[in-house]
Nanobody, 122 residues
Framework: QVQLVESGGGLVQAGGSLRLSCAAS????????MGWFRQAPGKEREFVVG????????YYADSVKGRFTISRANAKNTVYLQMNNLKPEDTAIYYC???????????????WGQGTQVTVSS
């Protein structure tokens, strides 16, 4: 079992930055691929970025390439999402998720955090 808790969301102006963190409990964290997803009001949950268990492989949605960076610190059981040059369309609840094998599909992930709100004002 892995429990995930996100933090770091908030209100920021367009062009600003935020850093989200996802703290995991459980000794098996470093065997899981991790992902960040987001869900805006009235929209389906969508993939943002993923990272392999080792951190050696990352993959991004086209909409965030060049602006967002995922990283992980397995010794701290934590995964991070650095978000730069934020846009109003990035406004959503952001969720971190864990899976044995990562992908861009929501159904791949077994464990989910409760989410953290990110609001970008224009």
């Amino acid at each position: 079992q892995v429990q995930l808790v996100e933090s770091g969301g908030g209100l920021v102006q367009a062009g600003g930055s935020l850093r989200l963190s996802c703290a995991a409990s459980g000794s098996t964290f470093n065997t899981y691929a991790m992902g960040w997803f987001r869900q805006a009001p009235g929209k389906e949950r969508e993939f943002v970025v993923g990272i392999s268990w080792s951190g050696g492989s990352t993959y991004y949605a086209d909409s965030v390439k060049g602006r967002f960076t995922i990283s992980r610190a397995n010794a701290k059981n934590t995964v991070y999402l650095q978000m730069n040059n934020l846009k109003p369309e990035d406004t959503a609840i952001y969720y971190c998720a864990g899976a044995r094998f990562g992908s861009e599909r929501v159904r791949t992930y077994d464990y989910w955090g409760q989410g953290t709100q990110v609001t970008v004002s224009s």
